[in-house]
Structure formats: structure tokens, C-alpha cells
T-cell receptor, first 115, second 111 residues
Framework: EAGVTQSPTHLIKTRGQQVTLRCSPI?????VYWYQQALGLGLQFLLW???????NRGNFPPRFSGRQFPNYSSELNVNALELEDSALYLC??????????????FGPGTRLTVL | RKEVEQDPGPFNVPEGATVAFNCTYS??????FFWYRQDCRKEPKLLMS???SGNEDGRFTAQLNRASQYISLLIRDSKLSDSATYLC????????????FGKGTKLSVKP
């Protein structure tokens, strides 16, 4: 069974640009989560989508946004990129959005570098 | 106080050693708890969920103490392949979908 997939694997952008990252969940999973892992920091929760709706949002500015499509895949958009946005962006999916079925499985991530 | 705290290590142990990691969390409403492992520059992978009664999976034993808001992971008979960073993860109480990750404890198993 295929795991969570993300694209692209690496991305280099300059300050002020916009970027779109993509994620496909494990087949049958309806919830998709986005996390940011900056160098030296732990994973920080960004967004959670379930059944096409944004269900929860972490402590990030509005220039971080996303959406979930009818096939449950998801995009993360970051506008007006700043240097500190350089990080590994991880997508995870789960079968159900709450306990006890909320175990999240992670994709390989997209490494974003902002110059 | 940080929401999830772990000893960052590193823990340097010989093969065959037993090693224990501890983690504390601040939100008493948290309901779900996990240990993930993360290899260098890779994504986190679920190691095991942590249940109130404690649970074991081969060489790995996880325990939860809700009263003390404390989670532990015990690895017996360490293998070289156990070298990784171990992440203590808590589902934020009252906030579905929001996993809170500790910064991780680095383990290095030496021959």
C-alpha cells in the first residue's frame, strides 16, 4: 500500500515569491495535516483538513493557507516567502480525525529553501 | 513551560544496552500519546502509540502516567539500527488534529 506522497521533494525560492506544496494521503485516509520543521526546531503544526474543510490551524500567519480536494489530496500555499520559511514541510494523513483512530502517518516532506 | 518536553540527549549506548527516554506534557486534557522515530533528514515514523495500561512491542515498552503527565519509552537490547531521534508526541487536548511534538531525544548505539 502506498504511503503519503509529497511533491516536490526540494524547492528553492526567493523572498517575496509564492510556493505551492502538494500532498496525497494514504488511500482511505480523509484527514491531512501539514507541519513545518525548521532547522533546530521541533515539528510545528500548521493546518488540518478533513473532508475538504479546514478543521484546525496552528499559530502561523494567514500567508500560510491550503485546501483539500475531493480526492482528499491537499495543497499548502505560502505567499510572500520570508527567509525563516526555509524548512522541511511535512504532510501527514490519518484514517479518522479524532482518537483513537488519529494516528498520523507522514510523507517524506518537501524541503523549501528561501534565498 | 513547553507543551512537550524531552531530554535532548544525545544518549550514546553500546549495542545490547537498555535505554530509557522520558517525556512530560503540560496539557492535562491530552488524550492520545505516541512515540515516533525520525532518522536524519527523514520523515517521522510511528514507533508506537502509548496506552494508559502501558504497552509493549518487541524490545520497546511504552508507559503513560496521567497523574504525573509523564510518558516513557524503554528500549531493551539496543541495536545499531535503533540509532535515531525519538519524538514524544501528544495530541493537544481540546484541539483535534493538532499533534504537539517534543524536540526529540537523540540515540546513538555504538558497536
Amino acid at each position: 500500500e502506498a504511503g503519503v506522497t509529497q511533491s516536490p521533494t526540494h524547492l528553492i525560492k526567493t523572498r517575496g515569491q509564492q510556493v505551492t506544496l502538494r500532498c496525497s494521503p494514504i488511500s482511505g485516509h480523509t484527514s491531512v495535516y501539514w507541519y513545518q520543521q525548521a532547522l533546530g526546531l521541533g515539528l510545528q503544526f500548521l493546518l488540518w483538513y478533513d473532508e475538504g474543510e479546514e478543521r484546525n490551524r496552528g499559530n502561523f500567519p494567514p500567508r500560510f493557507s491550503g485546501r483539500q480536494f475531493p480526492n482528499y489530496s491537499s495543497e499548502l500555499n505560502v505567499n510572500a516567502l520570508e527567509l525563516e520559511d526555509s524548512a522541511l514541510y511535512l504532510c501527514a494523513s490519518s484514517l479518522t480525525p479524532g482518537p483513537p483512530g488519529d494516528t498520523q502517518y507522514f510523507g517524506p516532506g518537501t524541503r523549501l529553501t528561501v534565498l | 513551560r513547553k507543551e512537550v518536553e524531552q531530554d535532548p540527549g544525545p544518549f550514546n549506548v553500546p549495542e545490547g544496552a537498555t535505554v530509557a527516554f522520558n517525556c512530560t506534557y503540560s496539557n492535562s486534557a491530552s488524550q492520545s500519546f505516541f512515540w515516533y522515530r525520525q532518522d536524519c533528514r527523514k520523515e517521522p515514523k510511528l514507533l508506537m502509540s502509548v496506552y494508559s495500561s502501558g504497552n509493549e512491542d518487541g524490545r520497546f515498552t511504552a508507559q503513560l502516567n496521567r497523574a504525573s503527565q509523564y510518558i516513557s519509552l524503554l528500549i531493551r537490547d539496543s541495536k545499531l539500527s535503533d540509532s535515531a531521534t525519538y519524538l514524544c508526541v501528544v495530541l493537544k487536548g481540546g484541539s483535534q488534529g493538532n499533534l504537539i511534538f517534543g524536540k526529540g531525544t537523540k540515540l546513538s548505539v555504538k558497536p
